[in-house]
């Protein structure tokens, strides 16, 4: 039911699909670009250490930016569903508050791996409920309730399926899938076929995330609300 309900959603995007689809071909032809530089620069006899660390940013950014606008136009679709608005209605709101608590969750992430690994580990799934909790949590639209905090409650009660999903969809999967699809990612070599994967790339992630929506939904929804909206 689980993955079910995940791959209905996938399919009812729609529209939005559109320009899901040209952020993961944005996101992979900036990331093979920077890479390329990246690599370019290590391997140089004198790398600028300026210029190293510009690209090395730029390349963060984008692992920042598109999942982020990715993630604004799913989670868009999921609020409109539950609050009867528009279809491809965008909040100015929610989006503005997702970029600040993804810039928190990266942040907080991001020292606890300084500190030690295993924690920044924990905290990085952990936090991976935090757009989830922003868009579709009504107590965090009353200012009630943090989104970190909340994102970590979910984890601990959810804590084997947010793990399955973790392991399935952004370990064990890509590994067997890069044996195969690594050759084929080069732009400047096969570049229809590298729009490809990234599409098919970028369509496991979002089936990942929006498992982890359905998670977070079929926790959250009352056994009223549920039988209200089983039509849908």
């Not at 930016?65 to 868009?76: A, G, H, N, Q, R």
Request: net charge neutral; glycine share 4%; with cysteine.
């Amino acid at each position: 039911m689980l993955f079910k309900n995940a791959f209905k959603k996938l399919v009812q995007l729609k529209l939005f699909l559109i320009p899901i689809i040209l952020f993961f071909w944005i996101s992979s032809i900036f990331e093979h670009f920077l890479i390329k530089k990246i690599e370019g620069m290590v391997n140089s006899s004198d790398p600028s250490t300026a210029t190293l660390i510009g690209y090395a940013s730029l390349h963060l950014l984008n692992g920042i930016i598109f999942p982020t606008l990715i993630t604004l136009l799913t989670l868009s679709y999921l609020r409109n569903k539950k609050k009867a608005a528009p279809e491809y209605q965008i909040e100015g709101s929610p989006s503005e508050q997702l970029f600040i608590e993804t810039l928190r969750t990266w942040g907080k992430t991001t020292w606890w791996f300084l500190a030690l690994i295993i924690p920044g580990i924990y905290k990085f799934i952990a936090y991976s409920y935090v757009p989830i909790i922003v868009y579709l949590d009504p107590n965090y639209d009353k200012g009630t309730v943090d989104a970190l905090d909340a994102s970590e409650a979910q984890f601990r009660k959810n804590w084997f399926a947010t793990c399955f999903v973790f392991i399935a969809f952004y370990l064990v999967f890509p590994i067997m899938l890069s044996s195969t699809l690594d050759s084929y990612k080069n732009f400047n070599e096969t570049p229809l076929l590298a729009l490809l994967v990234s599409i098919f790339n970028g369509g496991v992630s979002l089936f990942a995330f929006l498992l982890l929506a359905e998670i977070y939904i079929q926790d959250t929804t009352s056994p009223r609300e549920a039988v209200v909206h089983s039509p849908a």
